[in-house]
């Protein structure tokens, strides 16, 4: 710290300077009033003291003048001789020393009579032991005698001085006791006065210092728990403390601001997390169905190339039947691989049931027949595909297997006012009406619905393909089975006109 | 930043209400402190003028209203002149001790003695032995015609016994026996009260209804006065007293109040006191002839300086007199208020 800095009086520094300056301030005065009334009344019975000691002095060299005088005048001894010469001396040295003073004193004024008299003594007696010496015993009789009167008069002034000093000294003593009482009380309140006052000013500084010192602690205690929800600090004052307090506010700020930050970015990673998590089990599964596709569909493909191929190798040969019964078994199988999802028109299932009988016929040749009735203004209409055909399998296989007589099978395709009609009949064992209840029965199942090959689906699957396309949820609305057991079963499959797909024109209006 | 603003208003140490009254209590403090300290200093502190001189003044008494007039007077001119008087005065009337204070004044080298004097060899000697040492004197309203003072300052006594016999005709319209009754200091002024007599009487020469019956010379004042006035009162066909100095005046009054005279005896007295001036307003005593002792006071003060000065001064001063009777009784006490107890 230089001295510049020691020097400069900034807040806090000039706060406690200011305080000290008062306290000193005020106690100095107090001392230092205290000290004059003590001073005063010492110089007061000093200045009465001085003058009885001169007087006393004076009295006595007076006293040891004459007496000395008169043992010379009575012996003439010379050692009385000089016993008169030193008070002689002595006397002069009190009367020299006398300083000048006032006049307009009535005290001074005899001060000053005394001495001059006391002069006039020392003349005198001086006179005498001249006049004595010089055996003139006259004169110095006469100059005895009037010492003797000066010293008289000299004896009254210094009683009369006296008597007017005990006079005014007591005067004096009573107006300065009266005084020093007066004072002694003053002192007294002014003392308590400014300790009271010292009291208060410590107290409050000490409150209004530390205060804001005591505040800022408390926050600062609530920052080390951790709860930084705390009220900006506000101290009142302009000193370091001030300063002190502000930087901890901003502190406290840049925290919690901080730690909201904190917060937002771990809430945002974790979203990030979850969402990779989820793309991850996406891709996951993605991976699985693909290979599941795929394992599903290197049979069928291979499969399909296979009879393409021995179709035209039949066709290569010459034999046309052959050829064109693989062609048919193809197409059957390439419709199949097209897949469920992709709606297909009327006329795509007619010619793939056309594909299938094609193969009945010439596995079964002429023990089933399957004969078309098709309205050709349905043709077009668009339908979930692999409809009909599973129908009209599950017809022959249920229906017409093992059956006696010839079977035959009947696709008509009609519309009515809500509904495109596609019935397939039978004239085989027909079925019992639990199996009837049982298909009617189906309700929605999305778990049941995955897994069904394309090949050999049933007429469950039929049913519930359909109530999916149409958004229906009772099997009845799409499907009616009217069966009579050993004369047949017709199946009806209603389409509605208009289902959730707007892609699926309007026909015949 | 609402609150470092907040705090920027307050600047000081304390906030302004407790500033204000820190303040004050500070200010009091201290005005309280430098009063005291400015009055003691005052009290403590005389001022000390150097004075040129040491008068030394001795009255002829200690009691006598006149006198201590004369030193009221003297006392001012000192003030205003700036110069120092002694002031000497014996119990009661003495002579000697008179002649003592001129013998310590010329011991003492002042530089100027004013005293009243008694036309006699003793005193006329130490007067000539100070004006031998170079002390100037002046006589207060007793001269020492002989003597080699400087000055005279007084009444002239002839004058003031020739007002008296003026005021007594007055009173008594040129008709009455007057008994006189002298000041105890008769063998001291003589001359002065012989003067007054003087004076007194030749105003009353004309008037043939008026004669001077007898002239009491006491013995010792105060003592038998009572005395002389039962005397004065016996004697036959006295109804009225001319008394030549204050306290005869006053005893006098007394007297004729005791004896139930009030009303038949004329009193014309000398001096002035409060009780004189109770008797006049109550109508005892007609009136009175008074100096002015003020004036010689103040006047001795200054013809002294102006010895010192200019070594000369005029040898006689008449300080004038006047008469107080019931007529102006209370515009004498207002210009003169010094006599009120």
């Known amino acids: 710290m230089n001295g510049k800095e020691f020097f400069r009086l900034s807040g806090l520094r000039k706060k406690l300077f200011i305080y000290y300056f008062c306290v000193i301030a005020m106690m100095g005065m107090t001392s230092y009033y205290s000290y004059y009334n003590a001073k005063f009344i010492l110089d007061k019975t000093n200045t009465i003291f001085m003058d009885y000691i001169q007087l006393n002095q004076l009295y006595e060299g007076i006293n040891a003048l004459e007496s000395n005088l008169e043992t010379f005048l009575a012996t003439q001894s010379s050692e009385a001789l000089l016993n008169y010469y030193n008070a002689n001396n002595r006397l002069r040295a009190i009367t020299d020393g006398r300083p000048p003073s006032s006049l307009q004193d009535a005290n001074n004024l005899m001060f000053a009579d005394i001495y001059k008299m006391t002069e006039n003594l020392i003349k005198e007696t001086d006179a005498a032991v001249i006049a004595k010496r010089g055996r003139n015993i006259e004169e110095y009789l006469a100059h005895f005698s009037n010492s003797q009167k000066i010293s008289g008069y000299i004896d009254m002034y210094i009683n009369d001085l006296l008597y007017n000093k005990l006079a005014t000294g007591s005067k004096q003593y009573e107006t300065t006791a009266l005084r020093m009482n007066f004072i002694l009380g003053i002192n007294a309140v002014i003392l308590i006065a400014s300790l009271l006052l010292n009291m208060l000013l410590a107290l409050y500084l000490t409150y209004r210092i530390t205060k804001p010192l005591v505040r800022l602690a408390q926050a600062a205690k609530s920052i080390a728990q951790e709860d930084y929800n705390i009220a900006a600090v506000s101290v009142g004052t302009n000193d370091e403390i001030a300063v002190l307090t502000q930087a901890f506010n901003q502190m406290v700020d840049s925290i919690r601001n901080h730690i909201a930050k904190l917060i937002q970015q771990k809430k945002t990673e974790e979203r990030l997390r979850e969402q990779e998590i989820q793309n991850l089990t996406m891709k996951n599964l993605l991976k699985e169905a693909e290979l599941k596709a795929l394992q599903a569909q290197i049979n069928p493909h291979f499969f399909f190339n296979t009879l393409n191929h021995a179709a035209q190798l039949a066709m290569i040969e010459g034999a046309d039947a052959s050829s064109t019964f693989i062609q048919k078994a193809a197409e059957l199988f390439r419709y199949s691989l097209k897949g469920l999802d992709q709606p297909v028109t009327l006329a795509d299932e007619i010619s793939n049931v056309q594909s299938y009988s094609y193969i009945l016929k010439a596995r079964f040749s002429d023990r089933v027949d399957v004969y078309f009735n098709v309205n050709e203004l349905l043709l077009d209409t668009m339908m979930p595909g692999l409809i009909i055909q599973p129908v009209v399998e599950n017809a022959l296989i249920h229906g017409i297997e093992g059956l006696d007589r010839k079977g035959l099978i009947y696709l008509n395709v009609q519309y009515s006012a809500q509904n495109i009609l596609i019935d397939v009949i039978d004239n085989g064992r027909g079925m019992n009406e639990q199996k009837k209840a049982e298909i009617l029965a189906i309700r929605l199942d999305p778990e049941k619905a995955r897994g069904y090959h394309t090949t050999g689906l049933g007429l469950r699957n039929v049913v519930e393909r359909l109530m999916l396309f149409y958004n229906v949820s009772d099997a009845s609305e799409v499907m009616e089975i009217y069966s009579q057991e050993g004369a047949g079963t017709r199946v009806v499959l209603k389409l509605p006109w208009k289902g959730e797909h707007d892609d699926v024109p309007i026909v015949g209006s | ?341």
């Open chain 2, 1 to 341: 930043m609402k609150t470092v603003k907040q705090a920027n208003q307050d600047n000081g140490v304390f906030r302004p209400k407790v500033r204000g009254w820190l303040l004050a209590a500070l200010l009091l403090l201290t005005i309280i402190n430098m009063a005291l300290l400015y009055a003691k200093q005052r009290e403590n502190h005389v001022p000390v003028t150097p004075t040129q001189f040491h008068f030394y003044m001795i009255l002829q008494n200690s009691v006598d209203p006149f006198w201590q007039d004369v030193r009221r007077g003297a006392q001012d001119a000192a003030k205003a002149l700036n110069v120092a008087i002694e002031f000497r005065a014996p119990q009661i009337n003495n002579s000697v001790e008179e002649q003592k204070y001129i013998d310590i004044a010329t011991l003492s080298r002042v530089d100027g003695i004013m005293t009243p004097a008694v036309n006699n060899p003793d005193f006329i000697k130490l007067i000539n032995q100070a004006t031998a040492q170079g002390i100037p004197v002046i006589t207060l309203e007793n001269d020492a015609k002989d003597s080699q003072r400087q000055a005279f300052i007084g009444s002239n006594s002839f004058m003031l016994g020739a007002a008296a016999g003026k005021l007594l005709n007055d009173a008594v319209h040129g008709k009455a026996q007057v008994a006189v009754i002298m000041s105890s200091e008769l063998e001291k002024d003589a001359l002065t009260q012989n003067m007054i007599i003087n004076g007194f009487s030749s105003t009353l020469k004309d008037e043939p209804g008026i004669k001077v019956v007898k002239i009491y010379k006491p013995k010792i004042k105060i003592l038998n006065t009572e005395e002389i006035t039962l005397a004065a009162l016996r004697q036959e066909g006295i109804n009225a007293v001319f008394c030549l100095d204050a306290i005869t005046t006053a005893s006098v009054a007394q007297s004729i109040v005791d004896f139930n005279k009030v009303g038949k005896i004329t009193v014309i007295g000398y001096g002035i006191t409060s009780e004189i001036e109770n008797y006049i307003d109550k109508e005892v005593i007609y009136g009175s002839v008074v100096g002015n002792p003020y004036v010689i006071g103040y006047n001795s003060v200054k013809s002294m300086l102006e010895i010192k000065q200019n070594h000369t001064t005029s040898s006689v001063t008449d300080s004038g007199l006047q008469i107080v009777d019931k007529a102006n009784l209370k515009q004498y006490e207002l210009l003169n208020p010094g006599n009120k107890p």
